[in-house]
């Protein structure tokens, strides 16, 4: 039997293909480490876009002026940036001080639980909470988070420093896309691409929002039922993890059942905020979120998680926090050319980076230059 002669595939092709691929891992080689320079600009991106969006939300749905609107999207955002890290911190610190001593304070109940835990596992001798604390460096511990501390304070000035310029610019943007597109029809189609971008980091931003807050109110409800301690401050925790795919839930879910169990003497309280989160969780997982997530949403679980890695690995949490929608903003800007369209199809949930045109590779684009020739003495 004649084997069949294998597939052509055109040189053009593989050169094309194989310079992409260089492209990534030196464009993936350059984040990494100018990670000091561009993690605050990305952070600072990411806050233009959500004063930017929040300034629109005020304007359609107020009878608030425009510039007012901007102010008071700005403040809002700031306010909200700083009392963020302020309450994590905090919330930190304190955690770190009842650490200190928990020999004194909570060693009896550590001990119980201890036991009981290696009784399951037939251990006879379980060590105590002493002799498990005296093996760690409380005081590296402490060391390490001040240091942390001390870069997220930084990080935190260089990213309004980044914020203040790139507001600064806004006015400009105009001017500098008629001078780079003089063309109408592509300035439109550059416009479009922006608008594609903005639009999918908006989706998400409020979808985890809106997501965020419901599971809030009901983990809120359900601490404050079983009397757990610091409530507030773990209801705050659990909107913020939120954002971080995948991580964000496995926290929300687990770290307060197990606060439960050396808080109470008993362990149905950590049974039930175990059982509760999971279905709160699960509920919002597959019934509320997808329903919210629309067409901008439309990105592959496992490139959600490639995702994840790959930002945590380049810039940590901040990285974490962003990966998604730096996901959805690759995705839309590779979707709008022909070359790299098949990376978008790839990054797509169901091979259709943009549902509403989906026979045409670059729809709009290709419409416009189908298109009767536009006045050009109009910007």
């Known amino acids: 039997m004649a084997m069949k002669p294998p597939i052509a595939v055109p040189t053009s092709t593989v050169a094309r293909n194989a310079l992409v691929a260089?492209?990534?891992v030196a464009v993936g080689g350059a984040v990494y480490w100018l990670a000091d320079i561009l993690t605050p600009l990305a952070m600072a991106i990411f806050l233009l876009i959500m004063i930017d969006g929040l300034k629109r939300f005020i304007e359609e749905r107020t009878p608030v002026p425009s510039h007012l609107a901007g102010a008071a999207a700005l403040i809002v955002v700031i306010l909200g940036f700083f009392a963020s890290i302020a309450i994590i911190a905090n919330g930190a610190l304190n955690f770190f001080d009842d650490a200190t001593g928990v020999t004194s304070r909570m060693g009896p109940r550590l001990d119980q639980v201890i036991g009981d835990v290696a009784a399951l596992f037939g251990v006879q001798t379980p060590p105590t909470a002493s002799e498990l604390i005296t093996q760690l460096d409380i005081r590296g511990y402490l060391t390490a988070f001040a240091l942390q501390a001390q870069g997220a304070v930084t990080g935190a000035v260089f990213v309004l420093i980044y914020l203040a310029f790139l507001l600064a610019s806004q006015a400009g943007f105009r001017r500098k896309l008629v001078g780079m597109f003089p063309d109408r029809v592509n300035r439109?189609?550059?416009?479009?691409?922006?608008?594609?971008?903005?639009?999918?980091?908006?989706?998400?931003?409020?979808?985890?929002?809106?997501?965020?807050a419901m599971i809030c109110a009901a983990a809120w409800a359900l601490m404050r039922g079983v009397g757990l301690q610091n409530a507030e401050f773990w209801t705050f925790v659990i909107f913020i993890v939120c954002?971080?795919?995948?991580?964000?839930?496995a926290v929300a879910g687990l770290v307060p059942p197990l606060f439960a169990l050396v808080q109470f003497e008993t362990y149905w309280q950590a049974g039930v905020l175990l059982v509760g989160l999971q279905a709160i969780l699960f509920v919002?997982?597959?019934?509320?979120?997808?329903?919210?997530?629309?067409?901008?949403?439309?990105?592959?679980?496992?490139?959600?998680?490639?995702?994840?890695?790959?930002?945590?690995?380049?810039?940590?949490?901040?990285?974490m926090?962003?990966?998604?929608?730096?996901?959805v903003m690759a995705m839309a800007i590779l979707a709008e050319f022909r070359g790299s369209r098949w990376m978008a199809?790839?990054?797509?949930?169901?091979?259709?980076?943009?549902?509403q045109h989906p026979e045409v590779p670059e729809s709009a684009a290709t419409r416009r230059r189908q298109s009767p020739p536009a006045d050009e003495s109009r910007p």
């Open 22 to 24: 260089v492209a990534i």
């Open 188 to 212: 439109s189609e550059a416009m479009e691409v922006f608008q594609r971008v903005r639009g999918g980091v908006e989706g998400y931003l409020w979808v985890q929002t809106v997501t965020g």
């Open 321 to 327: 926090f962003l990966s998604t929608p730096l996901a």
């Open 243 to 249: 954002f971080i795919p995948v991580l964000g839930g």
């Open 284 to 319: 919002s997982g597959n019934f509320i979120q997808p329903r919210m997530q629309g067409e901008n949403q439309n990105i592959d679980p496992v490139v959600v998680l490639l995702s994840l890695a790959f930002w945590g690995k380049v810039w940590g949490i901040v990285g």
């Open 345 to 355: 199809i790839l990054l797509s949930g169901d091979g259709e980076p943009y549902a």
